[in-house]
């Protein structure tokens, strides 16, 4: 799988298949179940954001490797 080959921390991988259900409502908001910007509770906001950033910087790490 994808993930072994890239060697993703098992956090990580939770981290994707956690946000990417949300692409589609960011990316296409009519597509959204309601307002984008009401969706999420304010402590659900803060955990994808500090979620995205654990995985920003492992992109980061992974890329000056290469």
Same mark, same amino acid.
Request: proline share 8%; charged share 30%.
């Given at each position: 799988?994808?993930?072994?080959? !890239?060697?993703?921390?098992?956090? $990580?991988?939770?981290?994707?298949?956690?946000?990417?259900? &949300?692409?589609?409502p960011? =990316?296409?908001?009519?597509?959204? !179940?309601?307002?984008?910007?009401? $969706?999420f509770?304010?402590?659900?906001?803060?955990?994808? &954001?500090?979620?995205?950033? =654990?995985?920003?910087q492992?992109?980061?790490?992974?890329?000056?490797?290469?």
């Amino acid at each position: 799988m994808v993930e072994s080959e !890239l060697k993703l921390s098992p956090k $990580l991988v939770r981290t994707i298949d956690d946000l990417s259900p &949300l692409y589609l409502p960011s =990316e296409y908001p009519d597509a959204a !179940l309601g307002v984008p910007g009401t $969706l999420f509770k304010k402590e659900q906001a803060q955990r994808y &954001l500090r979620e995205v950033g =654990e995985l920003v910087q492992w992109l980061k790490k992974k890329m000056s490797r290469e």
